[in-house]
């Protein structure tokens, strides 16, 4: 059994933290008033919610230390938080860094600072030490919390400062946080995964699973809700393995329960799902909850049981299909999501038929679908039989026209009744609608002005536009 994260640890690296903190206030305190204006910075965030949710600390700890948030590039802070789940994301990352240095050129006391997933692999820091000898901070996806003393590093040690940890057991609590939404919010619940799906390049690059205590995940909650959240979405890459780590073990249903007690808290989502963790009693606590939303994302990646044994997946066609059954069974109207990839190695059109099969028996209101793409460092990458482009483009186009025609049908079964909408903001095409999402979260666009933002209504659901609603305030 793990040891459990020692909260003494976190307490004391979150105090030693904000100490860095101060002192940098200081110092760009002095910068500000020689320049006659405010330092500023910007993140630029890659792939997942996870990341967005990294890139929310980071910007609080620039916040903190006084910077100011710009939406360009032209900044006195510049960070990268990378993604490399494919392979084109890290090509991407280099093409931005020429552009960055150009930038630098016409400004020297900028700062460019990359991490994230990207940055967990040796051959990629290596490029960059040799190649790109312009970036000031290398840091990973374990040490996110720790820019402060990078930064106070940087400004005293004139040399690139590169801090990567390959795992860790560690949890900082408590250090600020800048979230892009005033009435919406993400929250971790755990860090890292221990499936070693074999396309999937997370658990090099995010570690072995941890799950942060309860007692700190309701307290962050309770705060959000008290500074205006109403809607929040638990992460983890598998949060149906939550509290396994914990010494008084706790599992993702007792939590929700927790959570659902919460007074102002409207709206509970939660992702991602993996079918081999996701227990009868989940279905139960979502079954009774008035706060967890209609929907469920429940990634199934492949109907062929022969490709879910090499994708090491560990479930079947039919295990997927019966729990999924169980669901329906549970919560007849609830909204099911899914990923799937196609062109897996090996993949036979058998095999193909097989997730096409899944997809017109559970009938999802909307899929993620990928073309699989070899992803260097994953077992499957060094696998035989990887399936021809063309072959794995006529499926995805079959696959994508079976989910669509589906999703469409699924989406319309709503009109012309009156659901609950979370407003989110001006419509961005026509300033007299509001836009806002559905339990099920199908967007939904009606009249109505700023001040309903971040509140949720009763709208008549008029017109299905096919993925989206033309809605009326009741
Ligand atoms: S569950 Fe599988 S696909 Fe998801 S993050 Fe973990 S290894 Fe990757």
Not at 18 to 37: H, M, P
Not at 170 to 180: A, F, G, H, M, Y
Not at 466 to 474: A, P, S
Request: net charge neutral; hydrophobic share 35%; with cysteine.
């Amino acid at each position: 059994m793990r040891k459990e994260i020692n909260i003494n640890v976190s307490e004391s690296e979150a105090q030693r933290q904000l100490q860095f903190v101060d002192e940098l206030k200081e110092i760009y305190q002095k910068k500000s008033d020689e320049l006659g204006r405010p330092l500023t910075y910007h993140i630029a965030t890659f792939g997942c919610q996870m990341n967005a949710k990294d890139s929310e600390k980071l910007a609080g700890i620039l916040e903190k230390i006084g910077f100011v948030e710009t939406d360009t590039e032209v900044a006195d802070f510049v960070a990268y938080n990378t993604c490399t789940v494919r392979e084109n994301a890290n090509t991407r990352v280099y093409g931005r860094l020429g552009y960055l240095n150009s930038l630098k050129k016409k400004n020297p006391n900028m700062m460019i600072a990359l991490c994230g997933c990207m940055m967990q692999e040796d051959a990629v820091v290596d490029k960059i030490r040799k190649s790109y000898r312009f970036v000031d901070i290398i840091f990973g996806t374990h040490n996110i919390f720790k820019l402060a003393e990078l930064i106070q590093a940087r400004l005293s040690s004139k040399s690139m400062i590169i801090d990567i940890w390959k795992d860790t057991d560690q949890i900082v609590e408590d250090l600020p946080s800048e979230r892009k939404y005033k009435f919406k919010a993400g929250v971790n619940i755990m860090y890292g995964c221990n499936n070693f799906c074999s396309y999937c390049i997370v658990p090099y690059v995010r570690g072995r699973e941890r799950s942060r205590n309860p007692e700190d995940i309701l307290r962050e909650i309770r705060e959000l809700v008290a500074d205006g959240v109403v809607e929040i979405m638990l992460l983890g890459q598998n949060v149906n393995s939550y509290g396994k780590t914990l010494e008084n073990p706790m599992t993702f249903a007792e939590l929700l329960i927790e959570i659902e007690k919460i007074e102002g808290l409207e709206r509970i989502r939660f992702m991602t799902s993996h079918p081999k963790d996701l227990s009868d009693s989940l279905i139960e606590v979502m079954k009774n909850s008035k706060k967890i939303c209609n929907h469920l994302h429940l990634p199934f990646q492949s109907g062929s049981t022969k490709i879910l044994k090499i994708m090491n997946r560990k479930y079947t066609k039919e295990d997927y299909l019966s729990l999924v059954d169980r669901i329906k069974a549970a919560m007849p109207n609830i909204s099911l999501t899914t990923d799937i990839i196609i062109g897996f190695p090996g993949e036979t059109e058998e095999d193909f038929l097989e997730t096409l099969d899944v997809v017109k028996k559970v009938r999802y209101d909307s899929a993620y679908t990928f073309l699989y793409s070899k992803r260097t460092g994953t077992p499957a990458a060094n696998m035989e039989s990887q399936v021809e482009d063309s072959v794995a483009k006529d499926r995805f186009d079959r696959l994508l026209k079976e989910v669509q025609a589906i999703s469409s049908e699924l989406t319309s079964k709503h009109q012309g009744s009156i659901q609950k909408v979370l407003v989110e903001e001006i419509n961005e095409q026509d300033p007299t609608l509001m836009t806002g999402r559905l339990s099920n979260n199908v967007l939904v666009h009606f009249k109505g002005n700023k001040d309903m933002i971040g509140k949720i209504f009763n709208v008549n659901l008029k017109e299905c536009k096919g993925f989206y609603y033309i809605g009326e305030l009741v």
